[in-house]
Nanobody, 123 residues
């Protein structure tokens, strides 16, 4: 079992940047994947970005590719998601999740989830 805690959400103006954190505790899968998802009101949860624990290889959704960076600090068991050039449509609850395999983009492949952190992009 992996326990995940997200932090770093808040209110940001359009064009700004924000870095979200996900602290993992418990049986972290060193060779598996960590992902960030988001869910806006009235919409389905969607994949944002993923990273492998072991090698730090990354993959992104088209919606954030080029303005987002996912990274991890293995010493701190923490995964980060930075999003630049924020847009109002980035507003959502952001969830961190872990999967026993890497390169996953669908939420049913992830078996541990955090409680989420709210990001609101508004002027």
């Amino acid at each position: 079992q992996v326990h995940l805690i997200e932090s770093g959400g808040g209110l940001v103006e359009p064009g700004g940047s924000l870095r979200l954190s996900c602290a993992a505790a418990g049986r972290t899968y060193r060779n598996a994947g960590m992902g960030w998802f988001r869910q806006a009101p009235g919409k389905e949860r969607e994949f944002v970005a993923g990273i492998t624990w072991a090698t730090g290889r990354t993959w992104y959704s088209d919606s954030v590719k080029g303005r987002s960076t996912i990274s991890r600090d293995t010493a701190k068991d923490t995964v980060y998601l930075q999003i630049d050039s924020l847009k109002p449509e980035d507003s959502a609850v952001y969830y961190c999740a872990s999967a026993p395999t890497a390169w996953e983009t669908t939420d049913n492949k992830y078996d541990n989830w955090g409680q989420g952190t709210q990001l609101t992009v508004s002027s």
